[in-house]
């Protein structure tokens, strides 16, 4: 347990001194959150609700989704597949404890930090000059405390099935690269999916992607907040079984290959 | 100078013809290109029909502008994807832009024509059926003037970004380390041009008029392709306005990469 925290506070340091990244990703995430508020605005001018979302619920969307696009979509997203792919991962199965709970407090450490230097601040700055939508108790805002860092726990058992591809093969990023688009509309960065239609949104609301963005907006605007908590829970163990699953069948395949 | 072209042209080739030595690879990327604005797209039409107008722009006027600035943004980094940071950075930081320097040939004709990127051809043509698609929804009856217009908004729009491109390359000379802050204006820049301009505080619109124009490039000629009238301030005929603005924009970013090569001291390695 020890060994794991020590891994958590060190992927917490790494990610804390990158600080131009940070000032340019600040930068980035209030950009983008300005022009999106300034398009729901205009959309909202002659509509109270629409999908059952009014102009606070959209603008809550929208720095939620700032402030953890960097958590999503880290920067590091490729660096397990890179280290499969050069060989460098056998090293981490060598190591002892538990490789998928390693490379868990590690990640998490990281995204931990993006956590508290992006989101919270871009959440707090936009809570203060926008009538944003977000918890008033104190148990509301533990449930979005853990909303958020379960986003960030998913993010991360994703990022391990999507990296894992490389065990199989080195095209893993053309695959993936296919497969983005679909994933960047399912899990609502493109436009909440309570926009789609019916049997659409029914459809994404049972996929893995709806912990990462709509749980946590759904906990913040306070929409069925308990739901969306135990949904992003149950993912987590599914996702846990298969990153589990996929881990022990790839390194079979690595000892087939390292022999 | 025309001798140095088919120098270009020939490295141009070489680079599409390596890429294309694995067409599948080549294929998927250039697909995805444009899988992604498909997908953007129909996010899009999804949201503006629930709402049926934007600024008083029905949805199919919206997505012309989207198209016109994905199919500008594609066009920019056919030939400016490699000024972006990350990459500018690498070929600093790896000696690569000390060799360039020493050829007979100027480093941004060097830079530009070995590392073009066909993928984003997917992006370009993708927008130039959102473009089609959304006209013939808008009832636009296409005119010699009209699709001038348009292939002029896409021209400008594309020389801005490159421009902007330009300018952070010159950057990343001194820094090393470049700044993705950049992708701000050419990622953030298409992102803004895609609503029409009046749903933007002023503060946004000047800066995207008037400083980093690209929503003058896209904006004003979509009104005269639309028939529409602008809002106050921002006439039709600033269209005409556009090619000088954008001619001048990139000029800046030319003399800001000069500015960076000057100095420009490499890393040692």
Redesign the interface.
């Known amino acids: 347990m020890r060994a794991y925290l020590a891994l958590l506070r060190a992927g917490f340091q790494r990610q804390t001194s990158y600080r131009?990244?940070l000032?340019?990703?600040l930068?980035?995430n209030a950009?983008?959150g300005?022009?999106r508020t300034?398009?729901f605005?205009?959309?909202?001018?002659?509509?109270d609700q629409?999908?059952g979302l009014d102009v606070a619920d959209a603008l809550t969307y929208v720095w939620v989704l700032e402030g953890l696009f960097a958590v999503v979509w880290a920067p590091w997203f490729w660096e397990l597949a890179e280290a499969i792919r050069s060989g460098e991962f056998v090293a981490e199965l060598l190591r002892p404890g538990d490789p998928y709970l390693r490379l868990l407090a590690f990640d998490l450490g990281r995204t931990l930090s993006v956590l508290a230097t992006r989101t919270v601040p871009t959440l707090t700055v936009a809570a203060l000059l926008l009538p944003l939508r977000l918890p008033e108790t104190l148990g509301g805002l533990a449930l979005l405390g853990a909303g958020l860092v379960l986003a960030a726990v998913v993010s991360f058992q994703l990022r391990f099935l999507f990296g894992s591809a490389a065990f199989w093969t080195p095209?893993y990023r053309?695959?993936f690269?296919?497969l983005?688009?679909?994933l960047?509309?399912t899990s609502g960065f493109?436009?909440?999916v309570d926009?789609?239609?019916g049997p659409l949104r029914a459809l994404v609301d049972w996929s893995p992607l709806i912990p990462l963005l709509m749980a946590p907006v759904r906990v913040a605007t306070g929409a069925a907040a308990g739901m969306a908590v135990a949904t992003q829970v149950a993912w987590v163990v599914v996702l846990w079984l298969a990153g589990r699953l996929v881990l022990s069948l790839a390194s079979r395949r690595l000892v087939v290959h390292g022999g | 100078m025309a001798e140095h072209t088919r120098v270009y042209l020939r490295l141009a080739a070489a680079s599409v013809r390596s890429t294309a030595r694995r067409p599948a690879y080549l294929a998927a990327r250039t697909v995805a290109a444009a899988l992604i604005v498909a997908i953007e797209v129909a996010g899009v039409v999804l949201m503006l029909d629930r709402f049926g107008s934007i600024g008083g722009w029905r949805p199919p006027e919206v997505l012309l502008l989207f198209g016109l600035a994905f199919t500008a943004q594609g066009l920019a980094l056919v030939f400016g994807d490699t000024l972006e940071a990350d990459k500018m950075s690498e070929l600093v930081r790896r000696g690569t832009f000390d060799q360039v320097l020493t050829r007979p040939a100027s480093p941004l004709g060097w830079v530009v024509a070995s590392y073009v990127d066909t993928r984003f051809l997917g992006r370009m043509l993708a927008g130039a059926a959102t473009v089609v698609w959304a006209a013939d929804r808008a009832g636009v009856a296409w005119t010699p003037g009209r699709a001038a217009l348009a292939a002029l908004a896409v021209a400008c729009a594309a020389a801005i970004i490159f421009g902007v491109l330009l300018a952070a390359a010159g950057f990343t000379f001194v820094t090393v380390q470049g700044s993705e802050a950049v992708n701000v204006l050419i990622f953030g820049g298409q992102y803004l041009a895609s609503y029409p301009m009046q749903i933007y505080g002023s503060p946004l619109r000047f800066m995207f008029v008037w400083v980093v124009p690209i929503g003058l490039a896209i904006y004003v000629p979509a009104l005269g392709v639309l028939g529409r009238q602008g809002p106050p301030g921002l006439p039709g005929w600033l269209a005409w306005l556009a090619a000088p603005v954008a001619g001048a924009f990139v000029a800046l970013g030319g003399l800001a990469w000069r500015a960076g090569i000057r100095h420009y001291v490499g890393t040692g390695s």
């Not at chain 1, 605005?41 to 509509?47: D, G, H, I, V």
């Open positions: 131009l990244a000032a340019a990703g930068t980035t950009f983008f300005v022009v300034a398009v605005y205009a959309l909202y001018q002659e509509r629409v999908a095209d053309s695959l690269m296919l983005f688009p679909v960047w509309l493109v436009v909440p926009f789609f239609p």
